[in-house]
């Protein structure tokens, strides 16, 4: 089967589920949780097979700029679904699904750059799924906090969207928002550490930058992690600091990649 196939069937059940919690949010009704865990599960099965064509090679495993950005995606919505059935994260799908469709379609569609095939042992796999389940937690904590961030906005303006009225409390959100960074924040030490572990020199001329950001990044949300225990810290100057560190991670691994692919052709 040509991946081009799962990946538009992803992307129209993506543009589906956003489009029927989209209009009923805009109702000011409470969308059927049912549903969109059935049209975002759906979507999500077609976007794994696109993946699983796209990545599996006889080579090894081919993680390009695209197919990285599409597996990504694909970890962050399997983890908002699955946490779906214990808390009320339901909203982030509003932002996350139409991120699957881009990037499965982008995958599917547009040519990869000069990234050459994985073939190496379980430690450095370990190591590449830890990386991308931490970026996967940290990237459902940046969206979670920008909807913290206008959620809050509308509240102190008194002019609450249809969205912002199916969310749950200001507290619950931000409580959500340390849910996420505390567990991402594990993986992303794991990650760290089963680098240092199983890659053979992390300072390598192809990894340096990347692991230098990830270790201020990793630095940036240990100081938020621990105002929020010893000040309190929380708001906007908590919103900041997870925007600061996921900027960073984003610049690590789709920065250094971008460069190396496409501009330097290494």
């Not at 919690?21 to 949780?33: A, C, E, F, S, V």
């Not at 699957?100 to 370990?126: C, D, F, K, M």
């Not at 550490?193 to 990044?217: E, M, P, R, Y």
């Not at 810290?233 to 984003?250: D, Q």
Request: positive net charge; hydrophobic residues 55%; charged residues 10%.
């Amino acid at each position: 089967m040509h991946p081009l196939l799962p990946s538009l069937l992803a992307a129209f059940l993506y543009a589906g589920t956003t489009g029927y919690q989209g209009l009923r949010l805009g109702q000011r009704i409470t969308p059927d949780k049912r549903l969109l865990i059935l049209g975002g599960g759906l979507a999500l099965l077609a976007h794994c097979t696109a993946l699983l064509f796209q990545l599996v090679t006889p080579a090894g495993l081919y993680l390009d700029f695209f197919n990285a950005a599409s597996l990504i995606a694909a970890a962050v919505i399997l983890l908002t679904i699955v946490a779906i059935a214990r808390i009320p994260i339901e909203n982030l799908l509003l932002l996350l699904m139409p991120l699957g469709a881009l990037t499965v379609l982008a995958a599917a569609l547009v040519p990869g750059g000069t990234s050459q095939a994985i073939n190496e042992g379980p430690g450095i796999l370990a190591h590449i799924l830890l990386s991308i389940l931490a970026y996967g937690l940290l990237t459902m904590a940046v969206f979670q906090a920008l909807l913290l961030l206008l959620q809050d906005h509308q509240l102190k303006h008194k002019h609450p969207s249809g969205l912002i009225k199916n969310f749950p409390a200001l507290q619950t959100m931000e409580s959500l928002l340390f849910g996420f960074l505390w567990a991402g924040w594990c993986l992303l030490s794991l990650s760290l550490i089963s680098g240092w572990v199983f890659v053979d020199n992390l300072f390598a001329q192809h990894l340096a930058h990347k692991t230098i950001l990830s270790c201020i990044a990793w630095i940036v949300f240990s100081v938020l992690l621990w105002g929020r225990h010893q000040l309190g810290w929380r708001g906007h100057k908590a919103i900041r600091w997870t925007l600061a560190g996921f900027c960073l991670l984003m610049l690590a691994y789709f920065g250094s990649k971008l460069v190396r692919e496409f501009i330097l052709h290494v």
